[in-house]
């Protein structure tokens, strides 16, 4: 079974709209095609994006405790280990999701921010477009 870690924005551009990859993911994760891996820095990462544009998405705080339920049910926690050296050096704040990808030994990071990202493959570390990753479950 695939195991990835998904970015923040694959997961708002799911709740945007259900006719992209992106929710095509997200509905994959739920019939329990692949494992995320989570942290829980992660999931609260998670919230707070939903959280703060729920009037604009139109959703509810319960539709968005529903959604992170469904992704803790279909995911692997991964706690961070301390004094991670940091690989990417434009945006440190993805710089959990390279840390959990390489420490879970998934070694796929899903996100619509290929080029910030970009630097974790020198870790081994594989970064897909939400299309790209879909194309592997679906092969």
């Not at 494992?35 to 703060?52: A, F, M, P």
């Not at 070694?107 to 493959?121: F, K, S, Y």
Request: aromatic residues 4%.
């Amino acid at each position: 079974m695939l195991r990835a870690v998904m970015d923040t924005n694959v997961l708002v551009a799911a709740t945007r709209s259900n006719l992209g990859a992106s929710f095509g993911i997200l509905e994959a994760l739920r019939r329990g095609e692949w494992r995320c891996i989570l942290s829980n820095h992660l999931l609260l990462e998670y919230e707070e994006q939903l959280l703060e544009i729920k009037d604009v998405l139109g959703v509810s705080v319960a539709d968005i405790d529903g959604t992170l339920t469904v992704i803790c049910a279909h995911a692997e926690e991964q706690q961070l280990r301390p004094n991670w050296h940091p690989v990417l050096p434009t945006d440190p704040d993805d710089e959990p999701l390279v840390q959990l990808a390489f420490e879970s030994g998934a070694g796929m990071i899903v996100t619509h921010n290929v080029r910030h990202l970009q630097a974790a493959e020198k870790l081994g570390i594989k970064i897909l477009l939400p299309r790209d990753f879909l194309a592997r479950l679906r092969a």
